[in-house]
């Protein structure tokens, strides 16, 4: 993800930079007529005035007192704006009303303390509105390189079809940037899988090469790009890196860049929809190691940005790649099977022997092999981490999972107890 997505994901309430695993986002270049755009814009004009209607509301609420306006009582205020102000009727009622939810969403995160406290808007600045129950025949692919999208009041318009739509849109949101550039965002989340109700629990042990490992010893190959892919990609930054700036050469080379990273992309996501899916099937209870992955994605990142050294800079690439896909393989579980999940403190899963508990260093044989020093049980070692990540422990730190039981939002962006 680029950092521009990153600061523009900022601006989405109840969707900090972390949850852009979590939901997949993604983004656009949105191409709407001159007609189009003025109907665009009279959609940004509304969801900002609710929006800072709503900040004008809240202006004296501080931390600590009881509750602020929520978004009913908002709600019944959006039904009187709109019967006072004819501008406002004439405009799109969900726009009016998400501007309003995400309001409130943002408040909520700004109560819970994970985010700042939602401020004014401005027109030039903060141009877009978000669209809700949007549903699949909203969005159509009209050729190779565009497709459309229909924007109520407003009607069908092209967009730049650069990837692949993500299975499940619910909603989207449409920005304009200062520079008047148009962007559109989907945002979905997989539907969640029913348990087997079974009782079989698994667990996933992130393996140290090119996979990971279940507790049942099948192995999952996360697909990194081939070799002759990946001997193309650094032939192609060494040259990228050669051109001068704001050439046409430069400029060519870089979308063959990013044609590479898009394919090997899509090919990461279906890989982990698939596995996703298939273990949220299998079993009731999904135990994964707990891992900062934001922290691994970072550092391997460092290393791919050191130049000059080829070998260094394809094991981290592929490592960045293996960490990302990682995490967003624990995200699409969390939302497949939601309540299901559980993160498990990794410390020893490798030194423990999953037959009888013993712990030592010693019984690691090598890299591949597990032989316990005091039962002498013998497996392969990732399938023994596994096992004992499925016999685990769940963390509870920052805050519990998700509520046994309790109620799942199916709306993007709306429940953060998902998010971390
Ligand atoms: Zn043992």
């Known amino acids: ?41 009279e959609h940004a004009r509304h969801a900002r005035y609710m929006w800072n209607l709503a900040v004008e509301q809240h202006a004296h609420w501080q931390p600590g007192r009881t509750s602020a306006p929520g978004y009913t009582e908002q709600s019944r205020q959006l039904t009187e704006a709109r019967a006072a102000f004819a501008w406002l009727r004439a405009g799109s009622q969900t726009v009016q009303q998400q501007a309003l939810r995400d309001f409130a969403q943002a408040m909520r995160n700004y109560i819970a303390g994970s985010h700042r406290r939602p401020n004014w808007r401005k027109a030039g600045v903060h141009e877009g509105f978000r669209q809700v129950a949007v549903r699949a025949e909203h969005v159509q692919r009209l050729n190779r390189h565009h497709g459309q999208v229909w924007v109520p009041k407003v009607g069908w318009v092209r967009f730049r079809w650069t990837r692949r739509i993500p299975d499940g849109v619910k909603s989207y949101r449409v920005t304009r940037d200062r520079a008047g550039r148009w962007h559109i965002a989907f945002a979905a989340i997989p539907t969640p899988i029913p348990a087997p109700g079974t009782g079989a629990v698994v667990g996933v042990d992130r393996g140290v090469a090119v996979s990971a490992t279940l507790s049942t010893g099948e192995r999952l190959h996360v697909p990194v790009l081939a070799g002759a892919e990946q001997r193309r990609l650094v032939r192609l930054r060494r040259r990228l890196a050669r051109c ?76 960045a790649i293996l960490a990302h896909a990682w995490g967003l393989l624990v995200s699409r579980l969390e939302h497949k099977a939601a309540g299901r999940v559980e993160r498990v403190v990794a410390a020893y899963t490798s030194q423990t022997c999953s037959a009888c508990g013993h712990v030592a260093r010693e019984s690691r044989e090598s890299q591949a092999s597990f032989r316990c020093v005091a039962c002498g049980f013998g497996c392969n070692a990732d399938v023994n981490a596994a096992r004992n990540i499925a016999a685990g422990r769940a963390v509870t730190a920052r805050g519990a999972l998700q509520p046994p039981g309790g109620a799942v939002n199916r709306e993007p962006q709306l429940d953060t107890s998902l998010i971390w």
């Open 1 to 41: 993800m680029r950092r521009s997505d990153v600061a523009r994901l900022r601006l989405w309430p109840g969707l900090s930079a972390s949850a852009a695993n979590v939901i997949t986002m993604s983004r656009y270049r949105l191409l709407p007529t001159p007609d189009q755009e003025v109907g665009l814009l």
């Open 244 to 319: 001068r700036r704001g050439s046409n050469r430069r400029t060519k080379i870089k979308a063959m860049i990013a044609h590479l990273a898009a394919r090997a992309k899509d090919r990461r996501k279906d890989w982990v929809e698939k596995v996703s899916t298939d273990l949220a099937r299998r079993f009731d209870v999904i135990r994964v190691e707990h891992l900062r992955v934001k922290d691994m994605t970072r550092s391997a990142r460092g290393t791919v940005a050191e130049p000059g050294r080829r070998v260094r800079q394809k094991a981290g690439l592929n490592r």
